[in-house]
């Protein structure tokens, strides 16, 4: 059974900065990126998101950086749904350099389910499918 | 009379790359936020342009880079509205590095008057008097 | 005979902006991917151009923004390179969303070829190869 | 006796997305504006750190986003040094909107000193004049 689902992509040269190596924002980047690739392989993409009425801000973001990533390495992401109840959730990421086992970069964000005019949304309730198929998706440990 | 509106700002680290200069994609954005800061200045801000119901989309960019910028400069810059008919509009912008009149970067943008739902704005029509504080603005070769 | 190499990727949400599509100042990225996974497949990637001690700066960015690219589409970028000279060279660009043969984004950049001390390499003579194969690469109109 | 130092500036229309506010990635790049503010005026500046042979990679960033930023608000940092040990050193931030007490954004950022060829730095032994100095900055709780 599949559980982390990777993601793959070539670093850009505009993502370096003077000291030779990605700037340490870009990392939020990535986990966006591979959030939302995700997401979209969950049955839970943004035009389904967006059908629905929610939008799913940011509330927190944790990042770890152990060995930079250069320009035209291929980092791959390893993105799990660490939390889930319906309410908020939270990802966690695993940065890999292609080609080797080492850890690159370590995350965490947390997010939380909205109606565009800003109210809560309830999704065990209002969402009942989604939301059991995400339940489905959490990873223990 | 002034004519040059000159908006000043430090270069950010996270706008260099590995050459150890500003990325050349950095300078389309410091035109944009000196013509922001020059519209607000002729009463043109964002804020009015959003009551009139307007966007400004960009048209063309054109950006010829002379000399490079660094972390930490000061750079200032030069925007004239070069032509106005009410329909469309051109801006041009030159870039020092504080404390020398050495250009470093020139540029030229295009945009037009667009309703949100995407029909063209007739400014002289539409909003007159704006139209014609515009046509002031305007400054000849 | 392939002459064009399309590049293709998805367009990310944080290359948005609140008018809801793609900022303008990203296509100046989106030129830069192109064209070096386009010197890549040319035998003219980065790490040999590294090798023989050169840079490449950008002198020029030309953009026409014709149709906006949205999150989540797939963008498809035809490159050409239109000039080389062995001390100079430019590239074109016709950016196209995937599924449809509608232009959104046209666009030019020119380059210089320098040694990293900034002295200007001509390429003809320092190498013949390499400006050999370039010279061959030049799509005429 | 002045403890934080506030860094202000406007916000960019480039810095928003499509959800029409400040797009979360960002908030690391003022977090980053505002440390090298502060360090300048701590005497601790770019200039000088590069002339001591240093760079001070991030080791770890964190955020948490309670009040979205938009387009064209005035964004005022607070800094605190808040650990400091000579081989590392963290530092927070809360950031507010210009004109309102309520906290936007709060983070934590960590750094290590390494000379360029990547060896740590023991700064109490090798510089220990700047070590006093940014010791005497550390703000307790």
Known sequence: METYQRYRRRINYYETDQMGIVHHSNYIRFFEEA???WMEQKEMDYHRIEEL???IPVTFVHSNYLIPL??????EIQVALTKFDGIKMEFSYKLYREGSEELCTTG???HCFLYRDMRPV????AFPELYRSMKESVEEG
């Open 108 to 110: 965490q964000t947390g």
């Open 70 to 75: 250069h320009y035209n390495d291929t980092v």
């Open 35 to 37: 959030r939302l690739d």
């Open 122 to 125: 309830r999704m065990k309730r």
């Open 53 to 55: 009425g929610m939008i």
